[in-house]
């Protein structure tokens, strides 16, 4: 294991440095090592890494939505009003929409296994935006009406819309019936994640505030809290839909909101472990991309996936209508929520694993849609944000 996590170090900051230095997006980098030293190549990552493979990402997830949380202001969602709601399922509804309507035609596969490949799709990175947005965020970019956090809050709210509609849908192929009611969880899910983290968060600022500590431990409680959540979420589940990732965010929104300089203090402190955690997310990632399914998939499967971004791109337009952006800042939105990988990464195995008809092709989409847009996401934001988004004179 420890030879397997100096190959990750070494490969990974070496290839990630490499790319910065061509201007290109150094989390290409990492998911290019993580390519070349999973099973699928060299294969030199011990297995014992592989086989917690699932948890370090998502814990490397836990690290960013937290930081993402201590710097996003619940007041800036309030003011951005309806189209924060109407982007967290309205591009990814479109998406679905798209793959149902091209998947068959040009995959070959029944319209369930569309709808299957559809859901896996829809769902954004918040892996690779949010670090981008609160970049930009810091940089003063978008700041004035409130781009960077409209884009965080509608990638987090997505994967947990296009996440039900996936189980809803796999479902379906496997002989069960469709619960309308399982789309009443999605938005009761997203509630029940922002007040169980809001009223955390305030019990938390109450230990904060009589309890002396170290910032460290701050970080080392929030982390803690953080890990309940997602890790109790399925328990909780049983009795009402409950999202933990969103928990997470609103329970670093809430700390913002009640102790503004501690939280500034926190975030600073969980950037610098955000260099580790990403360097682990992206490797890892990298490491679970088959390249032979790619071969698998071929020129058809490509252009289900630029479809399907073809529609996206409409919802997105939708559901920023009557919102006051203009047309440049509307296509910068549309470039940040292109991204694939973590969830893709997560459930593209998982038809085929439950022996559904269509399970390899969907895993050979879902491989191809991180090669395809993780890097022409991120590189789509890092060109084009100066000369799409006004900067804040001061950030």
Request: aromatic letters at 8%; hydrophobic letters at 60%; charged letters at 15%.
């Amino acid at each position: 294991m420890l030879l397997s996590l100096a190959y990750i170090l070494i490969v990974g900051f070496a290839l990630s440095g490499i790319f910065q230095k061509l201007k290109l997006p150094g989390l290409l980098g990492m998911l290019i090592a993580g390519v070349v030293l999973g099973p699928h190549a060299l294969n030199v990552i011990d297995g014992s890494i592989l086989n917690v493979s699932a948890e370090l990402r998502e814990i490397a997830l836990i690290v960013i939505l937290a930081r993402a949380g201590l710097s996003l202001d619940i007041k800036d969602l309030k003011r951005v009003g309806r189209p924060a709601i109407l982007m967290c399922f309205v591009p990814a509804t479109f998406e679905i929409v798209g793959t149902v309507l091209l998947a068959p035609w040009l995959l070959k596969v029944s319209i369930i296994e569309a709808a299957i490949m559809g859901a896996m799709l829809a769902a954004v990175s918040p892996a690779i935006i949010v670090p981008k947005m609160l970049t930009l965020m810091e940089k003063g970019y978008g700041k004035q009406k409130r781009i960077p956090q409209l884009v965080m809050a509608g990638a987090s709210a997505d994967d947990v819309y296009a996440i039900v509609l996936f189980t809803s849908f796999i479902g379906i192929a496997r002989g069960e019936a469709f619960q309308f009611t399982n789309l009443l969880f999605i938005p009761v899910s997203i509630v029940m994640g922002f007040v169980v983290g809001i009223g955390v968060g305030i019990l938390l600022v109450q230990v904060f505030r009589r309890i002396h500590m170290r910032d460290t431990i701050k970080i080392l409680l929030i982390l803690a809290i953080s890990f309940l959540f997602v890790g109790f979420e399925e328990d909780i589940a049983r009795f009402v839909p409950f999202s933990g990732l969103l928990a997470v965010m609103a329970l670093g929104g809430t700390v913002l909101k009640m102790q503004e300089a501690v939280a500034k203090r926190i975030s600073g402190k969980f950037s610098k472990i955000w260099v580790a955690a990403e360097l682990i997310l992206f490797v890892l990632v990298g490491a679970a991309v088959d390249i032979g399914h790619v071969h698998t998939a071929g020129i058809a499967a490509a252009l289900v996936i630029m479809g399907a971004l073809l529609f996206r791109t409409a919802g997105v337009y939708i559901g920023l209508l009557h919102s006051g952006l203009n047309a440049r800042e509307m296509l910068f939105i549309n470039i940040a929520y292109l991204p694939k990988a973590t969830v893709q990464a997560a459930v593209g195995a998982i038809p085929l694993a439950m022996g559904i008809a269509g399970g390899n092709i969907i895993l050979s989409v879902a491989v191809l849609s991180i090669i395809i847009t993780a890097p022409l996401g991120a590189l789509g934001i890092d060109l084009t944000y100066r000369k799409l988004l006004q900067r804040d004179r001061k950030p």
